[in-house]
């Protein structure tokens, strides 16, 4: 079946902007997550959904860092006036329930902040 | 510091050679994940391991839990160019210890090079 995707793949965007970041989880997991990962770093949690709502929003860095999930599959993170210091590889993965067993991965919005 | 700590940061082996990578963790391990990235990719899941002195094998690629230790190594045996990547340890040490891993904190990965 079809693995998590992500959308776009790459995004490049002038500091100040505001951008979207679309992931589709695997279909019927209902736990989805946001990482971050800077280059040369481990990925960094953000946030994790349990079905519509953010079960653990406390790994988004500031208020410009907002993620929705109205009907429980698609999310989308959301980041205003971008900062350099924005630019990094976003990843999202999904787990059939919550919190047990593997997170899936997708292969990430490589974000950078011109 | 960091909470979970990989080493060596960098390998380059030989095909065919064994090796092992470590990593330790600064608080508790309520289990542990081993990934493995390409570059510019998504992570790879390859082994989940929840309880002290669990071992596992999948291929040529074995896994092992040290809870006492907080530590758990990864062994390659007969390497292969194709197992070249960074390898990541990810665990939840957020301190719930209900079983929950949702939370992963994640080391640096160390990168693995396997030479022809």
């Known amino acids: 079946g079809a693995g998590v995707s992500q959308t776009p793949s790459n995004k490049v965007t002038e500091k100040g902007k505001y951008v979207e970041l679309r992931c589709d989880p695997i279909s019927g997991h209902t736990a989805l997550y946001w990482y971050r990962q800077s280059l040369g770093q481990g990925p960094e949690f953000l946030i994790y959904f349990q079905g519509t709502g953010a079960a653990d929003d406390s790994g988004l860095p500031n208020d410009r860092f907002f993620a929705v999930r109205p009907e429980g599959s698609v999310s989308t993170l959301k980041i205003q006036r971008t900062e350099r210091g924005d630019s990094a590889v976003y990843l999202c993965a999904s787990s059939p329930q919550t919190g047990f067993g593997e997170q899936y991965f997708g292969p990430g919005t490589r974000l950078t902040v011109t | ?116």
């Open chain 2, 1 to 116: 510091s960091q909470e979970l700590e990989q080493s060596p940061q960098s390998l380059i082996v030989q095909e065919g050679k064994n090796l092992t990578i470590n990593c330790t963790s600064s608080k508790t391990l309520y289990g542990l994940y081993w990934y493995k990235q390409k570059y510019g990719e998504g992570l790879i899941f390859l082994m989940m391991l929840q309880k002290g002195g669990e071992e596992k094998s999948h291929e040529k690629i074995t896994a092992k839990l040290d809870e006492k230790k907080q530590q758990s190594s990864l062994h390659i045996t007969a390497s292969q160019p194709s197992h070249a990547g960074i390898y990541l340890c990810g665990a939840d040490i957020s301190g719930n210890s209900g079983g929950s891993n949702y939370k992963l904190t994640f080391g640096k990965g160390t990168l693995l090079t396997v030479n022809p």
